[in-house]
């Protein structure tokens, strides 16, 4: 079983549509947590980290239930420009990122 | 500001021959990480240095190896290449100081390795 595990996708939607990835860890040491994006062929950039309250940066808010060991990301209004691989990334307080396998979505107009 | 900087970009090479990529850091950065992305999957951890030594490594097999100079740049080797090292190698950096939590890694654009 890996260590962070994410439904592969493709998520298909149109544009204006809301969308949820969910992800799951298996390590209850993981410190810390963050999604990051990765455009075809590019390498990955931090989209935002995930604190235990929540947060939201603009369309995007992210959740994390540390009871569940689950990390969520919700994007609203999707625009085209969204299109990308969404990778769920933990940390166990070590200097090792743990990727899951990524979230493909396609946003459609 | 340069960012992450890595070369070359692409690379063909032989079953069983070596190879070495290289990555320049951005700039304040001291701690290097190396990363396997195989077609699909999420980047794989390989190894890290920090004050030119190893600091941790994944599980990848001593074929694998690297080295920092005292400049923070880093090189990743492989020897005796398989056709399964096929993938994009990734180098990302941190800040001095880093310690894991919550600190952005910055990634260069990556080496696409190809195995024939």
Same mark, same amino acid.
């Given at each position: 079983?890996?260590?962070v595990?994410?439904?592969p996708?493709?998520?298909?939607?149109?544009?204006?549509?809301?969308?949820?990835?969910?992800?799951?860890y298996?390590?209850?040491?993981?410190?810390?947590?963050?999604?990051?994006r990765?455009?075809?062929?590019?390498e990955?950039?931090l989209?935002?980290?995930?604190?235990?309250?929540?947060?939201?940066?603009?369309r995007?808010?992210?959740?994390?239930?540390?009871a569940?060991?689950?990390?969520?990301?919700?994007?609203?209004?999707s625009?085209?420009?969204?299109s990308?691989?969404?990778?769920?990334?933990?940390?166990?307080?070590?200097?090792?990122l743990?990727?899951?396998t990524?979230?493909?979505l396609?946003?459609?107009? | 500001?340069?960012g992450?900087?890595?070369?070359?970009?692409?690379?063909?090479?032989?079953?069983?021959?070596?190879?070495t990529l290289?990555c320049?850091?951005k700039?304040g950065?001291?701690?290097?990480?190396?990363y396997?992305? *195989? /077609?699909g999957? +999420?980047?794989?951890?390989?190894?890290?240095?920090y004050?030119e030594? =190893?600091?941790? @490594?994944g599980?990848?097999?001593?074929?694998?190896?690297?080295?920092?100079?005292?400049?923070?740049?880093s090189?990743?080797n492989v020897? *005796? /290449?398989l056709? +399964?090292?096929?993938a994009l190698?990734?180098?990302?950096?941190?800040? =001095?100081?880093? @310690?894991?939590?919550?600190?952005?890694?910055?990634?260069?654009?990556?080496?696409?390795?190809?195995?024939?």
């Amino acid at each position: 079983r890996k260590e962070v595990e994410q439904d592969p996708g493709p998520f298909n939607v149109p544009e204006g549509a809301t969308v949820a990835f969910n992800c799951t860890y298996s390590n209850s040491a993981s410190q810390s947590f963050f999604w990051y994006r990765q455009d075809c062929r590019k390498e990955p950039k931090l989209l935002m980290s995930v604190y235990s309250s929540g947060n939201e940066d603009g369309r995007f808010t992210a959740q994390l239930n540390r009871a569940s060991q689950y990390i969520s990301l919700l994007i609203r209004d999707s625009k085209l420009s969204d299109s990308a691989t969404y990778l769920c990334v933990v940390n166990r307080n070590t200097d090792k990122l743990i990727f899951g396998t990524g979230t493909r979505l396609q946003v459609f107009p | 500001d340069a960012g992450v900087t890595q070369s070359p970009t692409h690379l063909i090479k032989t079953r069983g021959q070596q190879v070495t990529l290289r990555c320049s850091p951005k700039s304040g950065h001291d701690t290097v990480s190396w990363y396997q992305q *195989a /077609l699909g999957q +999420g980047p794989q951890f390989i190894f890290q240095y920090y004050e030119e030594e =190893e600091r941790q @490594r994944g599980n990848f097999p001593d074929r694998f190896s690297g080295h920092q100079f005292p400049n923070y740049s880093s090189e990743l080797n492989v020897n *005796a /290449l398989l056709l +399964g090292d096929s993938a994009l190698y990734l180098c990302a950096s941190f800040p =001095e100081g880093f @310690r894991g939590l919550n600190t952005e890694a910055f990634f260069g654009q990556g080496t696409r390795l190809t195995v024939v």
